[in-house]
């Protein structure tokens, strides 16, 4: 990354609300809208004082209306804005499903090109905050489905900070997937830390033994376990995918013909998620490259429980990553 | 309501020319609705086919109250619109043929008509699914002072829709200038309006949000045009949004599959009786404005254009299945 050197500490949350102050300001076009995103501060604090700042109009908190919402946002995309709507949660965003597959999703499609829908949706995604079974499900796999959006999970300061602008920029629907457990993650971006692209993967390690492709938070369980792993000899290439859809297939393909193996974690579901995708790929273009079948490291199919260690049974852990690496190392060498 | 015939007289003085050109408008519509139901049993047109007859009175009165700046959002029930509108008659047929001079390049079809120059944005085919985008249309223009209005067309099976309450009450709390437009043809689908709303004045519903409301008899052109003129003034005030209701009826099936077991033949010959078109007529010819050789004329032109959009969807040329994967994603960058 550029920047004059100057170092500044920031956390996700910190992140993310840069990025939409400094959009705010420089696009007159742009505006925030969702529930409690004003005089709330937003459910997890991430537009705190952005309504002092920008005021009612440019930060404005609707009623529990997602459909409606949502859809205003589509409207309003199309005739001008560049709006950023706010969706609380991923399992709430299934009450504007109609509007996002069948509006936002078609609509450049279905008017021969005529009209494309410049619209930014935000909302956190993800569990292990024990909030149960509907307010901590995966489902940007699901949105990953729908061609004609495209669908960006930040995991870095870096991203959060830099995801925004570009997607902003972009003439067609983006979603984007924030982890609600990545808020409160602290470090250090450069003052001038500006856009980044939406379309690449990144390799967030380098390891020629294993590529471990994730995103999201779980990117942080891939990069701790590659730490474990690389004591026991056995160096992991780190793929954070950063954009589910399109997916950067040049990537993930160009870290497995390097490394021979191949885990794909995923926070989402195992069945038809976005880790069987990867795999498909993997097999339809880098199969005679496998030293060893490709493996998935996904959430257990059960929906998200309350107790604790439940919720972190049913999870992706480190714990997990490092034992299927090294069974998968060991029997193939 | 019931679904009787409302029996109010056709009303209100009007100039000729005037006149003419509104019945020459529901011409237009019954004419080009008449040749879609041909075409699509010669099979020259597929998919669903929802056809407005009986309606035109709503569309055509509406139309005339909006500026060519308002944007207009609609069901898929959308040709008599799109037509009033001002989107050519061989563009909407050449989209239903699926060619790419259509208006949506055949990506659309009947029931998703789209046009830049008029400011139509469809066409859309999930009951209730327009609503919320009227809401964003009319934010984004009050948002910087835009003069325009949005117009959102409904039937009475949208009000059963979540979809109407949160735009009705999110119009409402924003002081939108969205016309909500029903066009209650007094069946959603097969599901006659006692049968599907626990309360069946739909006016009603607006005062729930403290919304201006009114009814208007469907069937009158003029009685249409006055109310929507009304409900357009009240909006472009300033004043917020406003809910008009247009009781009507769709002379035929909800589209090319329906047998119509759902209602008798009594009663949609009732109806006929109050033709919109030929009420229209009637008066015209009983005020001396309109006589047997003009309205000859005017049917003359009618036909002359439909063939003419015919002809300009037979000549039509289909999209290469090159481009197939176009149109997902912009081929340019946002200004």
Redesign the interface.
């Known amino acids: 990354m550029s920047g004059n050197g100057q170092m500044v500490p920031m956390t996700y949350r910190e992140a993310v609300r840069e990025a939409m102050r400094e959009a705010m300001r420089k696009d007159e076009r742009v505006?925030l809208m969702g529930e409690d995103v004003g005089r709330y501060g937003g459910c997890f604090a991430v537009s705190k004082g952005l309504l002092q700042e920008f005021g009612p109009?440019r930060v404005r908190d609707?009623?529990l209306?997602e459909?409606?919402?949502?859809?205003?946002?589509?409207?309003?995309?199309?005739?001008?804005?560049r709006?950023i709507v706010e969706v609380m949660t991923v399992n709430f965003s299934l009450l504007a499903g109609?509007?996002i597959l069948?509006?936002a999703a078609t609509?450049?499609?279905?008017?021969?090109?005529?009209?494309?829908v410049?619209l930014v949706i935000r909302m956190a995604t993800g569990a292990g905050r024990q909030v149960a079974a509907q307010h901590s499900h995966s489902l940007e796999g699901w949105f990953a489905h729908i061609?004609?959006i495209?669908v960006i999970t930040p995991a870095t300061l870096e991203d959060a900070r830099g995801m925004l602008w570009t997607a902003l920029?972009?003439?067609?629907p983006v979603l984007i997937f924030e982890h609600a457990s990545l808020y409160n993650m602290a470090g250090e971006l450069p003052a001038s830390a500006g856009p980044v692209d939406i379309d690449r993967a990144r390799v967030r390690r380098s390891g020629a033994d294993v590529s471990i492709i994730t995103y999201g938070a779980c990117l942080f369980k891939a990069l701790e376990a590659a730490e474990t792993l690389a004591r026991d000899g056995i160096e992991a290439d780190v793929v954070d995918l950063r954009t589910l859809r399109p997916l950067d297939d040049e990537t993930f393909l160009a870290s497995v013909a390097k490394t021979h193996r191949a885990v794909i974690v995923d926070e989402g579901w195992r069945s038809v998620g976005i880790s069987a995708e990867v795999s498909a790929r993997i097999m339809e273009r880098a199969f005679y490259e496998l030293d060893a079948p490709v493996e998935r490291i996904c959430s257990v199919e059960v929906p998200m429980p309350y107790a604790r260690h439940l919720e972190q049974a049913a999870l992706p852990q480190a714990e997990t990553i490092v034992a299927t690496v090294q069974r998968m190392v060991h029997a193939h060498v | 309501m019931n679904a009787a015939p409302m029996n109010t007289t056709v009303t209100t003085p009007v100039e000729r020319e005037h006149a003419l050109h509104l019945l020459h408008q529901m011409l237009r519509i019954r004419r080009f609705e008449a040749r879609a139901a041909e075409l699509y049993g010669a099979m020259k047109i597929r998919g669903f086919l929802h056809l407005y007859d009986g309606e035109e009175a709503v569309a055509v009165g509406v139309m005339e109250a909006l500026t060519p700046d308002d944007n207009i959002v609609a069901t898929y029930r959308e040709h008599g619109h799109a037509l009033a509108r001002g989107i050519s008659a061989g563009a909407i047929m050449a989209e239903m043929y699926g060619k790419q001079e259509g208006c949506a390049r055949g990506r659309g079809g009947s029931m998703h008509l789209f046009d830049a120059a008029t400011r139509f944005y469809g066409g859309n085919a999930i009951v209730g699914g327009c609503l919320p985008l009227a809401i964003g249309f009319a934010l984004a223009d009050k948002m910087r002072g835009q003069e325009r209005i949005t117009c959102c067309f409904f039937g009475d099976g949208a009000v059963a829709e979540g979809e109407f309450h949160e735009s009705m009450n999110l119009a409402a709390l924003w002081r939108l200038p969205v016309l909500f437009l029903c066009e209650n043809n007094l069946y959603a689908m097969g599901t006659a309006l006692e049968r599907h709303q626990s309360v069946t004045d739909l006016t009603r519903k607006a005062a729930s949000y403290d919304v201006p409301a009114a009814a208007v008899d469907g069937q009158d052109v003029l009685a249409v045009e006055a109310a929507a003129r009304t409900a357009v003034a009240a909006v472009r005030s300033g004043a917020g949004p406003y809910f008009l209701e247009c009781r009507t009826y769709r002379f035929r099936g909800h589209s090319a599959f329906d047998t119509e077991l759902y209602r008798t033949k009594d009663e949609v010959e009732q109806w006929k009786q109050r033709d919109p078109i030929r009420l229209f007529i009637h008066l015209l010819m009983d005020e001396g404005l309109l006589s047997e050789t003009d309205l000859a004329e005017l049917e003359r032109k009618v036909a002359d254009e439909i063939e003419a959009a015919v002809a300009f969807a037979e000549a039509g040329t289909w999209e290469p299945v090159e481009d197939l994967e176009r149109f997902v994603y912009s081929e340019r960058r946002s200004p």
């Open positions: 505006f109009e609707t009623p209306s459909s409606a919402f949502v859809g205003a946002g589509i409207g309003a995309a199309m005739n001008g804005m709006p109609d509007q069948n509006n609509i450049l499609h279905m008017s021969g090109g005529l009209f494309n410049p061609p004609g495209k920029e972009d003439p067609d």
